[in-house]
């Protein structure tokens, strides 16, 4: 299995201001994934990151709002820009699992984000 | 859109089996049910997953019936602890590259386990 950590745990931010969400995976991982969950409403898949490539968006999300990094094979970071109200949610980093696991999807506690 | 049907809502009694029903009638041959739980607050944990045989470790059974349009997921001895939303999950094996796509959640089934 994969155990993973995410910074911070939970933030509140002022509207128009951005926050960088990082992902930490104690494995190398090829696929990262990261999911949106609004309140009272299931988890959403924003974009798949894996390494040495661009992240892939799901329809609904874009770049410019939703900037994604993956330097190496056991970190990501998701950055939430022009933050709105609208942006209040769970963000979860989820990693899918190697070397005997490549069927079982992992996820994370999750960033617990408010914008005022 | 999420591939399964879930009841929204389910009781079981402490110390009971809690049997959680899933339908997937337009599964695929090379698509697995998974199973997860999300207990208040935390990511989703991974309970058990299959592809047309029943499983069974630790934490569950499941049971997927012969024609893969439904499947069971089966908590033997529920506990308070157990009270979470469950979800069920169909989506194709990885590539050979090693590539999938990401779980597609639905709406899952909200278990509550009385004392």
């Known amino acids: 299995s994969a155990v993973i950590s995410q910074k911070p745990s939970r933030d509140i931010c002022q509207r128009g201001t951005s926050l960088t969400i990082q992902c930490q995976v104690d494995?190398?991982?090829?696929?990262m994934f990261w999911y949106r969950q609004q309140p009272g409403q299931s988890l959403t898949l924003i974009a798949t990151?894996?390494?040495?490539?661009?992240?892939?968006?799901e329809s609904g999300f874009v770049i410019d709002k939703f900037p994604i990094s993956r330097p190496n094979l056991t970190f990501s970071t998701l950055t939430v820009s022009n933050m709105s109200p609208e942006d209040s949610s769970i963000y979860l980093c989820?990693?899918?699992?190697?070397?005997?696991?490549?069927?079982?999807?992992?996820f994370g506690p999750g960033t617990r984000l408010l914008v005022l | 859109d999420a591939k399964t049907t879930q009841p929204t809502s389910m009781d079981c009694a402490e110390g009971r089996a809690a049997n959680l029903p899933c339908n997937h009638s337009?599964?695929?041959?090379?698509?697995?049910v998974y199973w997860y739980r999300q207990i208040h607050s935390q990511g989703p944990q991974y309970i058990i997953h299959?592809?047309?045989n029943n499983e069974t470790n630790e934490m569950a059974s499941l049971i997927i019936t012969e024609d893969r349009k439904s499947s069971t997921l089966i908590l033997p001895h529920a506990t308070l602890r157990d009270t979470a939303v469950y979800y069920c999950?169909?989506?194709?094996?990885?590539?050979?590259?090693?590539?999938?796509?990401?779980?597609?959640f639905g709406k899952g089934t909200h278990l509550i386990i009385q004392p």
């Open positions: 299959g592809l047309k």
């Open positions: 494995s190398q991982v090829t696929m």
């Open positions: 337009t599964i695929s041959g090379n698509e697995y």
């Open positions: 989820s990693v899918l699992g190697d070397r005997g696991f490549r069927e079982t999807q992992y």
């Open positions: 990151a894996n390494q040495g490539s661009e992240a892939t968006y």
């Open positions: 999950i169909v989506r194709a094996r990885t590539s050979s590259g090693g590539g999938a796509d990401g779980l597609t």
